[in-house]
């Protein structure tokens, strides 16, 4: 048995600093990345409204807040390109990035899997807080790329070759897209890190009891969510070295031989590829964006179980069908690529192993979907919104399919209708689910419920208008309307009947924002004025709920076995509960035969 | 415990000696080859076959592989699958794209015209 | 309130016979089988795409390259060798087989530099060719790996030893997990070598 570590000041002594700005504690870090990566996601959010304007009233002057961004980015109020295309490509960047991951794994996978595995912190706390400074720092330079001389990256999220080079290079940091890179260097280890951890302590720290099959659906998805992130980011972080080199030190990783630029010849060694460029980023983001969709995944899956009163259909198959999906997410990424020249040979193999990974998906939302039968279902405000993610992330996922089929992608790609399909899976998709487990987890953080009707007030306005922007974009793809148009089309001679709808999808998107206000309100008041709660107030079966509310450093006073499987909703046994029988309530069958 | 531990020990140590004589004469070897004329795909054959029995040795045994449990062995081989994925599938898309075919992988087009300014477009 | 006592730091977990820090690093150095994996793709498509590629041999010196492969292997023998002075329970060895390890880590670095200032002086850049620019680029990689591994060899041969007295098999241990980086530190060299040096030209 290894010696405690004496010299460690009991945690109560530490000093503030230490115990909330350089914690260890994951479920300090869990809550430090939530705030962060929230107020980013509103950024992200404000990006994009900014855009919507330009977009519902191309040339027409930003009322009152137009003034604000200098002549060189608005001039006389009217968004530039140049600025257009720096809101495009930072909002894609800091709601991937900056928003969903950190809050998807850094603030719900934090704060949640030591607690439901029996744990009592992630099994190296220093390197978590690492982790997430890290990110904090990444945010930082990301954040500040805005206010060098020439802006910020500008090359969408993708920052393909040779625009991400040529634009603005030079061995100077101060550069968008070079601070971009840099940024993406400080999150892509800050993952990394955080994943190595995540790992580590699903496989290591399971409490007694606790083998893999009666893990909750959540932390098999943060396992799975982790693994990919391990694996798939450093060929992008390769990808941002070798870019950065190109832009700093006049490398050609990605440059061709004979490029020119405005009618004069790039001067470069060439030699390079520019498609190098984006196997190397697709080999990541394509994992990426399925790290955006498993931890929602695992969050519906726990508000369904715990809100129908039965166990999940299908739990081994959704077990095997997440474990499937994160294999195969490794060999589709040239989907992305249909259009780049790439022939018929490789095209059918990206296109059946996309077709393939469908199948899981479908899969896990099936059986999501069919635990919702004979469930006595209740409408809480985390199951609305949980409820609402399956139709939302089936339409996205539908959508995806004429996308992963190279010759209906002919038409398709590169135009709004991609917008469309990847905003349904991620925002009434993933967000959604985020939302379900803010209000889902929030008693057990805070020690108070968040006010249901405000909630309520929520969900409903939310629902209306996040489909009100993405469903026009299927209409305005397949009629051809392009993305990253900062004209959002209008001076092109076709398409120019669905344009009318940029006005409903902007005043959608603001619409959606103003909806998000009693969700902010809700969200402080709450946290003094909230209807205190017991420690169990959802009457969940999963150990997270058998800390105290809430918990304490080191989470369990003692350790926790587990006796039985996740889901045990409505079946017999239990002693003092009628509908459910917890995981860590002792198997009275067993103590009695004994 | 500790006597068993050590005799183990030494045991393992002389193991060590030997693979780090095997790894010096494996560089030396690869030295040599390199300047034997064997033509370019050959040579690069060599080499990286040369590579990977040095970097097995020192995997197989300074880093414990080959006595390691089979988690480790599963993290590994996923890895490496998938990085035998990354390569093999750039290449392939590489060899397998429309157009003019450059490099070592001349591919047969029968239908496709390659592009040049002067060309003219075939109707 | 005490302290938290995270379980299989030190000891391994019955189940998959590994102690934490072992699984972690094996996990990290999967992630950079796939960095350098990355890498090494970039390499393979710039060069089957090149026109001309150059014969390493005759920018490279070949010693030069030959002396720091072998100062690495010896390196990684005396990094497992420190390992296993501890594990005979003789600090005063491992003392002197971890000073070696540095001791080889550092001359390793010493000639790298050496032959990066020759370059340059060459007018040899990262953006004269494509080939330049991987070679400084996977060498300076490689050598960013060389420098965290000295820190953290340093630290464990400095002023960490001293967990040694208090506690000799989490000090064990930790001295294993450094020995597996560093062992791939020397095994990314190992390919490194022959594909920059010794692989002929187009």
Not at chain 1, 19 to 29: G, L, Q
Not at chain 1, 426 to 433: K, L, Q, S
Not at chain 1, 540 to 555: K, R, S, V
Not at chain 3, 104 to 130: D, N, Q, R
């Amino acid at each position: 048995m290894t010696e405690a570590r004496h010299h460690e000041a009991h945690h109560d002594d530490l000093p503030f600093w230490r115990r909330y700005i350089f914690s260890t504690d994951h479920k300090v870090i869990g809550i430090q990345y939530g705030l962060t990566s929230l107020c980013f996601l509103f950024f992200g959010f404000c990006l994009v409204m900014m855009m919507r304007w330009q977009l519902a009233y191309p040339g027409q002057p930003m009322p009152w807040i137009g003034k604000w961004f200098g002549e060189s980015r608005m001039p006389g109020g009217v968004m530039a390109p140049e600025f257009y295309n720096q809101l495009g490509a930072m909002h894609g960047t800091i709601m991937v990035f900056l928003g969903i991951v950190p809050l998807a794994v850094g603030a719900f996978g934090n704060y949640l899997v030591p607690l439901q595995i029996g744990a009592q912190d992630m099994a190296f706390p220093k390197l978590n807080m690492m982790s997430y400074w890290v990110y904090f720092c990444g945010g930082v330079i990301m954040l500040a790329s805005f206010f060098v001389p020439a802006g910020s990256a500008q090359s969408g999220w993708t920052s393909y070759a040779p625009l991400s080079v040529i634009t603005e290079p030079g061995n100077t940091l101060l550069r968008g897209q070079t601070m971009w890179l840099i940024g993406m260097v400080f999150l892509i280890t800050s993952s990394l890190l955080g994943s190595v951890n995540f790992i580590t302590t699903i496989i290591q720290l399971r409490a007694k009891g606790l083998t893999f099959m009666r893990l909750p659906f959540f932390v098999w998805a943060q396992l799975v969510t982790a693994f990919l992130l391990l694996l798939a980011f450093p060929p992008l972080e390769a990808a941002g070295v070798l870019q950065l080199m190109d832009r700093v030190a006049g490398t050609s990783f990605f440059l061709p031989s004979g490029l020119v630029v405005s009618g004069k010849p790039w001067v470069a060694s060439g030699g390079g590829s520019a498609l190098l460029w984006q196997h190397l980023f697709w080999f990541l983001a394509h994992p990426e964006v399925y790290v955006l969709i498993l931890p929602a995944m695992g969050i519906v899956a726990e508000v369904i179980a715990n809100n129908t009163r039965k166990p999940l259909w299908g739990y081994n198959s959704m077990v095997w069908a997440v474990l499937i999906l994160g294999f195969l997410s490794f060999i589709v990424w040239a989907h992305h690529m249909f259009l780049t020249g790439m022939g018929t040979a490789i095209s059918s193999f990206f296109q059946t192993t996309t077709m393939l990974i469908s199948i899981p998906s479908i899969v896990i939302l099936t059986a999501l979907i069919l635990s919702l039968w004979g469930g006595s279902i209740r409408f809480t405000v985390p199951m609305l919104f949980a409820l609402a993610f399956l139709p939302m992330f089936g339409i996205g996922g539908l959508t995806g399919l004429p996308l992963g089929l190279a010759t209906s992608d002919i038409q398709l790609h590169d135009t709004y209708y991609v917008i469309g399909h990847f905003h349904y899976v991620v925002a009434p998709g993933t967000i959604f689910a985020m939302f379900a487990g803010i209000y889902h987890w929030y008693p057990k953080v805070t020690g108070r419920k968040l006010n249901a009707t405000l909630g309520r007030i929520h969900f409903w306005g939310s629902l209306l208008f996040i489909n009100g922007i993405f469903m026009p974009m299927f209409i305005q793809g397949m009629a051809g309307v392009s993305r990253r148009l900062y004209d959002g089309g209008a001076s092109y001679l076709h398409a120019q009947h669905v344009l009318g709808l940029n006005r409903m999808m902007s005043v959608s998107a603001w619409c959606l924002a103003l909806f998000q206000i009693p969700f902010v309100i809700n969200f402080f008041w709450s946290l003094w004025k909230g209807r205190k709660t017991e420690e169990n107030p959802w009457d969940a079966t999963t150990l997270e709920w058998a800390t105290p509310t809430p918990p304490p450093h080191g989470n369990f006073a003692t350790i926790p076995t587990v006796h039985r499987g996740p889901y045990e909703y409505s079946l017999p046994g239990s002693e003092t509960h009628k509908d459910f029988y917890p995981q860590w309530e002792p198997d009275h069958v067993a103590k009695a035969r004994a | 415990m500790s006597e068993r531990h050590s005799h183990d020990i030494s045991k393992h140590v002389k193991i060590y000696r030997a693979v780090g004589a095997a790894l010096i004469v494996g560089t030396i070897v690869t030295v040599v080859a390199a300047n034997v004329h064997l033509g370019i795909a050959v040579g690069i054959i060599v080499a990286l076959v040369i590579a990977t029995v040095k970097g097995s040795l020192v995997a197989g045994y300074f880093m414990h592989l080959f006595s390691e449990r089979k988690l480790i062995y599963g993290v590994l081989g996923l890895t490496v699958a998938f990085v035998i994925a990354l390569v093999g599938l750039i290449m392939f898309s590489y060899r397998d794209q429309q157009g003019h075919a450059r490099g070592a992988f001349p591919v047969p087009q029968q239908h496709v015209v390659p592009h040049h300014a002067e060309a003219e477009h075939v109707p | 309130m005490s302290a938290i006592e995270i379980p299989y730091n030190v000891e391994e977990r019955p189940d998959t016979g590994l102690y934490n820090a072992k699984l972690g690093v094996w996990l990290f150095l999967a992630s950079e089988v796939m960095l350098f994996g990355a890498l090494f793709s970039a390499y393979v498509l710039l060069r089957v795409g090149a026109e001309n590629w150059e014969h390493g041999a005759e920018i490279l010196s070949i010693p030069l390259g030959t002396v720091n492969t072998l100062i690495l292997i010896l390196s990684s023998v005396t990094m497992v060798m420190s390992w296993a002075s501890l594990k005979m329970h003789n600090f005063a060895r491992y003392k002197l087989f971890m000073g070696m390890t540095l001791l080889c880590a550092l001359v390793f670095l010493v000639i790298k530099g050496f032959e990066y200032s020759a370059k340059f002086h060459h007018h040899l850049f990262p953006s004269t060719s494509t080939y330049m620019a991987i070679y400084f680029t996977l060498t300076g990689l490689h050598g960013l790996h060389v420098i965290g591994g000295i820190i953290v060899n340093g630290y464990l041969w400095g002023p960490g030893a001293g967990m040694w007295q208090t506690e000799p098999q989490r000090f064990t241990n930790r001295i294993e997990v450094a020995g597996l980086y560093w062992h791939f530190v020397d095994l990314v060299w190992i390919f490194l070598f022959p594909t920059l040096y010794l692989l002929p030209g187009k």
